[in-house]
């Protein structure tokens, strides 16, 4: 399974984007995060859904700001990122997990699969 991530940009603070990953190589029947690294940062958790969408979680700093769905015909997972600051600066990757549900999704070490980075910048 290859996860595609892509969406990024340059936007001004209090704009929006949204973020896309989609999985090729076979149906992704797994839930799916989202995390991103800022420079000189450890990679830090941002939300994730399970493959149903009946579970998500969301880190507290992007709560009420972002959210994440998944359309599963498309074998793709969203990241919607509305009031984006500048803090919000970053490379987000999208993860997929060993399993369908969630557990601990915010351990980076549970993540089976990786995809590539997309920048997300926000200028002030």
């Known amino acids: 399974v290859q996860l595609q991530a892509s969406g990024g940009g340059l936007v001004q603070a209090g704009g929006s984007l949204r973020l896309s990953c989609t999985a090729s190589g076979r149906t992704f029947s797994n839930a799916v995060g989202w995390f991103c690294q800022a420079p000189g940062k450890e990679r830090e958790f941002v939300a994730a859904?399970?493959?149903?969408?009946?579970?998500?979680k969301y880190a507290d700093s992007v709560k009420g700001r972002f959210t994440i769905s998944r359309d599963n015909a498309k074998n793709t997972v969203y990241l919607q990122m509305n009031s984006l600051k500048p803090e919000d600066t970053a490379v987000y990757y999208c993860a997929g997990y060993g399993t369908s549900y969630l557990s601990s999704p915010s351990t980076s070490a549970l993540v089976d699969y990786w995809g590539q980075g997309t920048q997300v910048t926000v200028s002030s």
């Open positions: 859904i399970s493959w149903s969408g009946g579970e998500l």
